[in-house]
């Protein structure tokens, strides 16, 4: 079976830096997306690891390791804004490819 | 702005009835998935088409039907509506099946 794990939620201070994590155990690996969805929104693209290592984008890095089955979105410099629900999906290849979701981790930023 | 545009943007129907979704996608995307998001929990793949076919399949029942045709558009239809269908349908497309899917705006159904 496809199986994805991230917390449920997590609270953070406008400024600060948050990582959110990511577990999987998944068959036919072949790449692990973050997208940002704020409530009553459709998910929007944050990045994107296929290989082992960090990928920066501005104030948000991911960063994966396939052999641990483990990736993280690391948020920088928090703003308000960026209170919404994170999901981890991978993408899986079993004959054809498709995205598998975490439930997502709702990210909670206060003043 | 992903590019992809679904209508309606939101619909109510009541059990029993049937529903057609549509999206619309960029000009050379290829590929196009649709997905239900049921209220706390993150999208479920129900099916994609690759070229106008259906290339892949989820744990969706055969009253989960689509269709996608040679102008980048595509449709999601349910028949025998039920009362757990209520969900946001999201639709994702791109150019190829490497590249990472961009979502459109969602229908939200609402079954009563």
């Known amino acids: 079976g496809q199986n994805i794990d991230q917390p449920t939620e997590m609270t953070a201070t406008e400024g600060a830096i948050v990582q959110i994590n990511c577990t999987y155990q998944t068959s036919g690996f072949n790449g692990l997306f973050w997208y940002q969805q704020h409530a009553g929104e459709a998910p929007t693209f944050l990045s994107y690891n296929v290989l082992d290592g960090l990928e920066e984008k501005g104030r948000f890095s991911s960063f994966l390791s396939r052999s641990k089955g483990y990736s993280y979105l690391l948020l920088k410099e928090l703003q308000m804004k960026d209170s919404a629900s994170y999901l981890c999906a991978v993408r899986v290849n079993t004959g054809f490819q498709k995205l598998v979701f975490g439930t997502g981790t709702r990210l909670l930023v206060s003043p | 702005e992903t590019g992809v545009t679904q209508s309606p943007t939101h619909l109510i129907k009541t059990r029993g009835q049937q529903v057609t979704l549509r999206c619309s996608s960029q000009s050379g995307h290829n590929t196009v998935s649709w997905y239900q998001q049921a209220l706390g929990q993150g999208p479920q793949f129900i099916f994609q088409y690759y070229r106008e076919e259906e290339n892949g399949r989820g744990n969706f029942p055969p009253r989960f039907s689509g269709l996608q045709f040679p102008n980048y558009s595509s449709e999601l239809n349910v028949n025998a509506l039920e009362l757990d269908d209520s969900a946001l349908y999201l639709c994702?497309?791109?150019?190829?099946?490497?590249?990472?899917?961009?979502f459109g705006d969602g229908t939200r159904l609402s079954i009563l």
């Open positions: 994702a497309s791109s150019p190829d099946r490497a590249q990472p899917q961009h």
